[in-house]
């Protein structure tokens, strides 16, 4: 069946880069997205890519999309402390009259000094 | 420009209680989601609908019931609540193109 992979947690130093990484199972995959949670907080729909691209820029958030090896990655330029939250990987397909968003467990960023 | 809006946002049932959350949209979306959150294993769908008038199950229905009968409003009962029914409720909803969704704040419930 469908499933998206990715870490509990990452730690990056404040004005470093974070790299968020997702792997995920369905090859028929149309868009994939990355989310973002702050705590007491919904999700709230950070990026997404089509399935037929492999680079995503949006000011300080690149994503990357690895298709062969079904591997989808967030880059976070310049990380600052209001990054720190829980971030979702996700994959959408069509099925019956829907589609559907699979997510994964989420990578709780924290950022330390 | 309210979004989606969930209430109530907090409730502690006790074992065997009933209860309903409640779910609207102002956004003319079809399609509408319940999710659950639990630490550790992401969100997983519990019902949706894709219009007026419809239901479907996700993964986890179990223990749930749902009922769309206004286009904005989704609703999510829980007829006699179990433990293992603690958890964090989102509802979402989407034009249901694959553009992403739109979250509720969610409601965090204990059942004691």
């Known amino acids: 069946g469908e499933d998206v992979e990715q870490s509990l947690f990452l730690s990056v130093r404040e004005g470093d880069s974070s790299v968020i990484n997702c792997t995920y199972t369905?090859?028929?995959?149309?868009?994939l997205y990355w989310y973002k949670q702050e705590p007491g907080a919904g999700l709230q729909l950070l990026t997404y890519i089509f399935s037929n691209m492999d680079m995503k820029q949006d000011q300080r958030l690149t994503v990357l999309l690895n298709k062969k090896d079904k591997h989808l990655s967030l880059r976070i330029a310049d990380t600052q402390t209001g990054d720190s939250a829980i971030y979702f990987c996700a994959e959408s397909f069509s099925y019956s009259s829907a589609s559907k968003i699979i997510f994964g467990s989420g990578t709780r960023l924290s950022i330390r000094p | 420009n309210a979004g989606v809006t969930q209430t109530p946002k907090f409730r502690v049932l006790k074992t065997g209680q009933s209860m309903t959350l409640l779910c609207a949209q102002d956004m003319n979306h079809e399609y509408m989601y319940w999710y659950r959150q639990d630490p550790g294993m992401g969100l997983r769908l519990i019902h949706y609908s894709v219009g007026e008038g419809t239901t479907a199950k996700g993964e986890v229905p179990d223990g749930y019931n749902v009922s769309r009968l206004k286009k904005q409003n989704f609703l999510l009962g829980l007829e006699s609540a179990a433990p293992s029914q603690t958890s964090v409720y989102f509802c979402?909803?989407?034009?249901?193109?694959?553009?992403?969704?739109?979250f509720g704040s969610g409601t965090r419930l204990t059942v004691v």
């Open positions: 369905d090859s028929s995959s149309t868009y």
């Open positions: 979402a909803s989407s034009t249901g193109e694959d553009y992403g969704y739109t």
